[in-house]
Every structure is written in structure tokens, then in C-alpha cells.
């Protein structure tokens, strides 16, 4: 069994609890204005061009055989409409200016991985996380893989939208020690507005977890957009959905930031939030102490 992987970073400790190991799979079925990963959001390889890394030897252009580069006097242009991510032009560029975002694994490469840093794992109570792009959109790869690392004893947790069929987020449970779960806003105009889909079905799946897994560790994760979603009517009304689901599930809130604007570039899309500015401190204690004073856990 194969699935297209983004990336995985090991060794990370913000994606979970102990030191983990997280496995981003490309495809997501949201388009979220501020997201940070644009790489991750299409289920198919695309090139990334880092023009800034670009010498202009052009190397590429002679290398690609579907005439997708070429170089010209203003320097190397893409054709991203011939593209085949074939990733020749990324063995002959010199200088790392290309990359293709995403590749195909066996689930029996990505174990090596993992089982490689079991020690780590068991020494920090880490394990590993599946996120993306969006899990979901790659069911039976993402369950394949957290039942291996179930059956040898690794702590397993999921990162995802929730934006998905019930039947396939039932079965994906089945598997995960811990939940993050992303709530971005409670309007269904406003969300489908900034994200390109509706939060009825994401609010619904929150709630049947509540329902039928009521033991399950589950982290709701709010993304603090400035303008959008950071108003109190907004975050009261999450705090208050939160709080009647169960009693023991925390909020977490994640400024939002650019440190994803590159990959845009690198992309050659145009990045909708461009003079959008990040969350000040002050503001996230303010919201913070609002989801306290509702009686909601706040991490």
C-alpha cells in the first residue's frame, strides 16, 4: 500500500506529547485563506521553485522532457501547465532551487522510519502523528499505519480537519490515542467563506466523537486569524460547543502567523492574507481568560 507523503519531521515535540515523529500526508479538502502549508493542500507531486535560490544556469530547461521550463533574457520561466513533476530538473539543479512536494511511500517505509526511533518514543511518552493536508483524505493508508505502530506499542495521534465522512472517521478512531481537532469557526458562512467549504459536517463529526468515543483525548484547535475568527461572539461560541461535548476536552489556540508565505511563492500563487499581521499577546491571554472564565480548558 502506497500514499503520497508531504513531508515527515522527526524529533518534533509541538505535535503531541514526548518527542514524535510526524508524518504529513498532501490532500486537503479545505482551503483555508491563511493556511501555512499550501504544499500539502493538492493530492497530487508539484514543483516548488525557490527563485531566489535560482542561479539561471538552466539546467532545468534542458533536462525536462515535457518543455515545462524554458529560459528566457528575464530568466527561468515554469510553465506549471505542462508539469509532469517527473523531478528530473530537482537531480540537475545545482543549487536546491527545485523541489517536487510530495512522494509516494509504502507503508512499510514510513514503519522503517518510525520503528527507528522507538527508543525516543518510549524514553518522552511520544509516539507518532498523522497530519497534513488532511489524513482523512488517505483513509485506509492513515489506518494501516496507526495500526502497525498500535500493535508494537507506539502512542498514536491524528491532526485533522474533520472534514470528512462519519464512516471513515468512525473507523480511523479506532486507532488514535490522541485527537487534535480543528474548529476555525462556528459560522457556516463565515467558515465556508475563508475556507471554501461549510463546518456543518465538521461540527456534527466533533460531536459524535463526543458521543461515541467519550474516553477519547481529544484537543480542540482554534486557529486565531485577526479579522476573522478572533472576536468574542466567535469564541465564546466555541468555548460553549466545547464545553457541552465533554467536560475534560481542552482548547488550544494557534496564532496564526507567515511563516508559511514562501511556499506560495514557490508555488506561484498568490497568498490571500498579505497584509494580514499576527496575533499580539496581549490578545491571546484576553482569549484565553475569556475561555476560562466559561469553565473550558485552555493549552
Known amino acids: ?36 502549508t499550501p504544499d500539502g493542500q493538492r493530492p497530487r507531486p508539484e514543483l516548488e521553485f525557490f527563485r531566489e ?21 528575464k530568466g527561468i520561466v515554469n510553465r506549471r501547465n505542462l508539469c509532469m513533476a517527473c523531478g528530473k530538473c530537482t537531480i540537475t ?17 514510513i ?15 511520544g509516539g507518532i502523528t498523522l497530519s497534513g493536508g488532511e489524513p482523512m483524505m488517505q483513509p485506509s493508508f492513515s489506518i494501516e499505519i496507526l495500526k502497525r505502530c498500535r500493535d508494537i506499542g507506539i502512542h498514536t495521534c491524528m491532526e485533522t480537519s474533520a472534514y470528512c465522512q462519519w464512516s471513515i472517521f468512525h473507523e480511523i478512531l479506532k486507532y488514535v490515542d490522541l485527537l487534535y481537532v480543528d474548529i476555525k469557526h462556528m459560522s457556516h458562512n463565515v467558515h465556508k467563506k475563508f475556507t471554501g467549504k461549510s463546518n456543518k459536517i465538521i461540527l456534527e463529526n466533533i460531536q459524535k466523537i463526543a458521543q461515541e468515543y467519550p474516553g477519547k483525548p481529544v484537543i480542540v484547535r482554534v486557529p486565531i486569524i485577526p479579522g476573522i475568527n478572533d472576536d468574542s461572539a466567535n469564541i465564546i461560541a466555541t468555548a460553549l460547543f466545547v464545553r457541552q461535548l465533554n467536560k475534560n476536552y481542552k482548547i488550544e489556540l494557534l496564532p496564526y502567523h507567515k511563516l508559511g508565505l514562501y511556499r506560495y511563492y514557490a508555488l506561484s500563487r498568490r497568498y490571500p492574507l498579505q497584509s494580514l499581521e499576527p496575533p499580539s499577546k496581549t490578545k491571546l491571554d484576553t482569549l484565553k481568560t475569556l475561555i476560562k472564565s466559561l469553565g473550558v480548558k485552555v493549552i
Request: hydrophobic share 35%; aromatic share 8%.
Open 53 to 73: 535560490r535560482c542561479i539561471g544556469c538552466g539546467k532545468c530547461a534542458e533536462t525536462c522532457p515535457s518543455g515545462a521550463v524554458k529560459k528566457s533574457n
Open 111 to 125: 514503519m522503517e522510519i518510525i520503528e527507528s526511533d522507538t527508543l525516543f518514543y518510549f524514553n518522552s511518552g
Open 93 to 109: 539543479c545545482p543549487t536546491g532551487a527545485r523541489i517536487i512536494a510530495g512522494k509516494y511511500m509504502t507503508v512499510g517505509e
Open 1 to 36: 500500500m502506497k500514499g503520497l507523503v508531504l513531508s515527515i519531521e522527526r524529533f518534533a515535540i509541538h505535535d503531541g506529547p514526548g518527542i514524535r515523529t510526524v508524518i504529513f500526508l498532501k490532500g486537503c479538502p479545505l482551503r483555508c485563506k491563511w493556511c501555512s
